[in-house]
Nanobody
């Protein structure tokens, strides 16, 4: 199986920046699309941004112009650069990936999440 491990969350003041990372690890796999979602208590998980293996990106309207998703295919890692953070960006951020594994075929994985808190 493949594991997704996020890092980079924390507490930041409004207007500040954070960079999240998510690394995929395992055996005999290929990572296709990757992305970030977020969730706050009592609300459904929502899409933040996605990126294909070729680098095509997609963003939620609420983060366009402030967040940038990127990836390093050699490291099987996806990043989310978050600038001009607002209190409403406070959430648990989850990495996800569409993975092809030799043993299992196509599988969708989720990370365990990293908390981002935007507060003064």
């Amino acid at each position: 199986q493949v594991q997704l491990v996020e890092s980079g969350g924390g507490l930041v003041q409004p207007g500040g920046s954070l960079r999240l990372s998510c690394a995929a690890s395992g055996r005999a796999f290929r990572v296709n699309g990757m992305g970030w979602h977020r969730q706050t208590p009592g609300k459904e998980r929502e899409l933040v941004a996605t990126i294909t293996s070729g680098g095509t990106t997609n963003y939620a309207d609420s983060v366009k112009g402030r967040f940038t998703i990127s990836r390093d295919n050699a490291k099987n890692t996806v990043y989310l650069q978050m600038n001009s953070l607002k209190p409403e960006d406070t959430a648990v951020y989850y990495c996800d990936a569409d993975v092809y594994e030799v043993a299992f075929g196509g599988v969708h994985y989720w990370g365990t999440g990293t908390l981002v808190t935007v507060s003064s």
